[in-house]
């Protein structure tokens, strides 16, 4: 699969380093092109000849070590990826910070295409809340991290903060390079709602909303295209790389969501569910009296939002979507409050050119600390995108908590 890929290696100063040669093993035997770029510091752990040998390639570590035509950062950006392993805790922090005192680091600013960052360093080292902090920033512009294994570390002690093996970060760039960004959700399952509750008042006549759908079923797709594991449940049928059941009232999405909850990383709620029911069905059509008016009694539904939202794991992330026509923000701070979710997505449905059966979207992702980040109006695919990979990041954050308190 790498065959003919140009892949540049980036070493950084750590014992670690000397496993890269294996690396390099792995790709050249893949047949893949590689070329090295080291930091100084680096050298006290692997010779330029060693890595030269293996890579067959020109070693590269100063800024001023120039091609006929171009400066060796721009010349060494045309690879197909990026691989810095081990990443210091130096280098995460200069590349988090825009930082380009050397040779790697210059090119790393210049790169813009996939980039693995593979971190190695002593346990208390890597818990450092400014080293968490720069790697989510990392994470955060798009890199792919490959959080360091448990186990014995060259300081002595046992720990986390291993580089990962040469195997898994050969596979985790086939992955990358084969999959390329599409596929960032794969292993990861998903559960979205669409549509809009019917709640039945007799055989023939129900209260509903101005949901199509569209919304939600933009979520399922682009989620499924990015390697989800999807389940929709929605108020319709749909055709499409997913689990498809339907639900036509609140009270069978809230059963069905709430079976499902266990088994998902993530719960997305776009569907427009009824806060209240009808509270005595009828069986029979209901028939005109000679009353001018008529009342139904109403009963509450099932907040199924709220519910998960309580019952969710920490490794579990749900989110709402907030529909209002007045006091957008404000109304959705409040919401994601009294509803207890780890996002909710807020958006004007007072607007006919977004929200309700619209083909596109304006949305505010608002998070439990109450920071808003605006998603400016696009197609509902687009904006779904833009959600998803707000939702990785959150993700890869609690997969990164999770090996810390492990
Ligand atoms: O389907 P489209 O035509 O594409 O339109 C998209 C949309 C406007 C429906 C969508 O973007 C949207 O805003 N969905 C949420 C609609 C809604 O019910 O909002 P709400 O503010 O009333 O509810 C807040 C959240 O609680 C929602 O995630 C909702 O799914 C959930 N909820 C509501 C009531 C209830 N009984 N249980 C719930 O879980």
């Known amino acids: ?43 006290n752990f692997v010779t330029k000849l060693t890595l030269q040998t293996l890579s067959g390639n020109e070693v590269y570590i100063d800024n001023f070590e120039i091609d006929e035509y171009k400066p060796e950062h721009i010349s060494l950006t045309e690879a197909d990826i990026f691989v810095i392993a081990p ?8 590349l988090a910070n825009g930082i380009c005192d050397n040779l790697l680091l210059s090119t790393a600013c210049a790169f813009n295409k996939p980039m693995l960052i593979a971190p190695a360093m002593n346990e208390n080292m890597w818990n450092n809340k400014f080293i968490q902090e720069n790697i989510e920033k990392l994470q955060r512009s798009g890199m792919f991290i490959l959080n360091p294994a448990e186990g014995f570390l060259a300081c002595g002690a046992n ?7 040469p195997e898994e970060i050969y596979e985790k760039v086939n992955e990358i390079l084969t999959q390329g960004n599409r596929a960032p959700l794969k292993g990861k399952k998903f ?81 427009a569910v009824s806060d209240y029911k009808v509270k005595n069905y009828s069986e029979q059509k209901i028939k005109k009296t000679d009353s001018d008016t008529m009342s139904i009694e109403l009963v509450k539904n099932p907040d199924i939002l709220k519910q998960i939202s309580a019952e969710k794991n920490s490794n579990q992330l749900v989110i709402g979507f907030c529909a209002e026509s007045e006091n957008l923000i404000e109304n959705a701070k409040k919401k994601i409050q009294a509803k207890g979710c780890d996002l909710i997505i807020a958006n004007d449905i007072s607007r006919k ?33 833009d959600i998803l990979n707000y939702i990785l990041v959150l993700l890869q954050d609690k997969e990164r908590e999770t090996l810390l308190t492990k």
Request: aromatic letters at 4%.
């Open 191 to 271: 559960l979205i709602t669409a549509g809009g509750t019917r709640e039945k008042i007799d055989p023939v006549r129900y209260i509903t909303n101005a949901s199509s759908g569209k919304m939600g079923l933009a979520i399922a797709d682009s989620a499924s295209k990015m390697g989800a594991d999807v389940t929709l449940v929605s108020t319709f049928e749909s055709n499409g790389d997913w689990e498809n059941i339907i639900a036509e009232t609140a009270q069978e999405m809230s059963d069905i969501v709430d079976k499902k909850l266990p088994e998902m990383d993530c719960v997305i709620m776009a569907a």
């Open 1 to 43: 699969m790498l065959k003919d890929k140009n892949i540049l290696i980036g070493i950084t100063g750590g014992i670690a380093a000397y496993k890269v040669c294996n690396l390099i093993r792995l790709f050249k035997k893949a047949e893949a092109n590689v070329r090295v770029v080291l930091t100084p510091n680096a050298l």
């Open 159 to 165: 720990g986390t903060g291993r580089m990962r093996e």
């Open 353 to 385: 050119d977004i929200g309700f059966n619209s083909n596109e979207n304006e949305v505010y992702i608002i998070d439990k600390n109450l920071n808003e980040k605006k998603l400016d109006k696009d197609t509902k695919q687009n904006i779904s995108k």
């Open 87 to 94: 990443a210091s805790a130096n280098t995460i922090s200069k």
